[in-house]
């Protein structure tokens, strides 16, 4: 699965076969998609510095506009006695909630691959991460510039502007790009509880987008804005207690009619440890609010059960519901993830939406496997 060479390069790569049936959809949108896919992480240690890359590609037997070879990550790690230096493409995640990540507000979905899905986009960035001598750590990152954002085709059920073309060059609403700006401040506790907190400002361009209309053709338009957030994470005996809150401030509103507005989520994981033999079951339930109008996660619970079998080939099952507590949207999914060797994994998954969106009524069945060389 992976190469070691004298302990400064290591490769892990993998091609695969996804596939996705569309069994709910609209009358005159595509019945499937079927692609190739490959992925190469690459990590390469010189002169006590760190190389990382990871490159995806994907070729869809069919639907040529989710063809892309992407350099998705590809950043250098500069480390020092109390702080390391990244410069280059990378991807920063950011959360700690299950159905929604409401902080995860500094790379952009990959709507190419997957709109379901999270798969995000790399971006240019360089930063700073800061280690104190409480073993909290600060840090910072700039990004340079926002990349164009691709939809699939018309065809495709995921295409959200009807029968209007789509021109992938951004707008921005204070018209010159400028960078964007994100600090966080993470510390663990272990001693009185056990606990992961982190703080974070955001300045620059909102995760979310809008759809600019002229005559017959959409581009999508980024705003600025100001975000002030929190998740973390407490242990309390066998249950993971979590949070997710940030409070947006829109700092440019010459296109649009916008207010300030907040999301917060909170939930709890439980697992029953060994209740067949060695398998685990963990219980997890969520809440979001919101008056965000850009979310559909503004007044929702979620419910959702994890089955590990804690076997050879690390196979979960996951099966969760998200419903809207005010309306008759509900969105639900069950999947398995496993090995069926050393070398090949699987996944598989079903997805079902009903509410009012493009999308309408939608129901999808997805399986996916990869061989690891």
């Known amino acids: 699965m992976s190469a070691l060479c004298a302990n400064e390069l290591e490769l892990k790569s993998y091609i695969g076969y996804e596939y996705k049936s569309y069994l709910k959809k609209s009358v005159d949108k595509r019945d499937y998609n079927s692609a190739l896919t490959f992925q190469n992480e690459l990590k390469y240690s010189f002169d006590n510095s760190r190389l ?44 700690s909630l299950e159905a929604y990540n409401i902080v995860d507000i500094f790379n952009r979905q990959n ?52 029968a209007n073309t789509y021109d992938k060059k951004l707008l921005f609403a204070n018209g010159n790009e400028q960078p964007s700006l994100l600090l966080t401040y993470a510390k663990t506790y272990d001693e009185y509880i056990t606990a992961d907190v982190c703080y974070g400002f955001f300045y620059g361009y909102d995760d979310h987008l809008f759809s600019k209309k002229s005559g017959n053709k ?14 973390d994470t407490f242990v309390v005996g066998a249950a993971l207690l979590k949070l997710e809150a940030s409070f947006t ?81 509900v969105s639900a999914y069950a999947k398995y993830e496993g090995r069926l060797s050393d070398m090949f994994k ?21 399986c996916e496997i990869k061989y690891y060389f």
Do not use: C
């Not at 700073?128 to 085709?153: A, P, T």
């Not at 996944?347 to 939608?362: M, P, Q, T």
């Open 346 to 366: 699987i996944s598989a998954d079903i997805r079902y939406l009903k509410g009012e969106n493009y999308l309408d009524e939608h129901l999808r069945l997805g």
């Open 249 to 329: 401030k829109i700092q440019d509103d010459a296109h649009y009619d916008l207010d300030d507005f907040y999301d917060i989520g909170i939930g709890a994981e439980y697992t029953l440890e060994r209740i067949i033999g060695n398998h685990n079951l963990g219980i997890i339930v969520e809440y979001y609010k919101a008056d965000d109008p850009f979310t559909f996660f503004d007044n929702d619970l979620f419910f959702a059960l994890r089955y590990s079998l804690n076997d050879k080939d690390s196979s979960e099952f996951l099966g969760g519901i998200v419903k809207d507590l005010q309306s008759d949207e």
């Open 111 to 162: 709507y190419q691959r997957d709109s379901l899905s999270e798969y995000k986009k790399g971006v240019y960035l360089i930063g700073i991460n800061y280690y104190f001598e409480d073993d909290s750590r600060l840090n910072v990152y700039i990004k340079s510039f926002e990349e164009d954002i691709k939809f699939l085709s018309e065809s495709s059920p995921y295409y959200p502007f009807g």
């Open 218 to 231: 959409y581009q999508s338009m980024l705003f600025q804005s100001m975000k002030f957030f929190t998740y």
């Open 52 to 95: 990382y890359s990871k490159i995806d590609i994907i070729e869809d037997t069919d639907e040529s506009q989710r063809d892309y070879i992407d350099l998705t990550e590809f950043y250098i790690v500069v480390p020092s006695s109390n702080f390391d230096f990244y410069f280059g493409k990378r991807v920063i995640f950011l959360g």
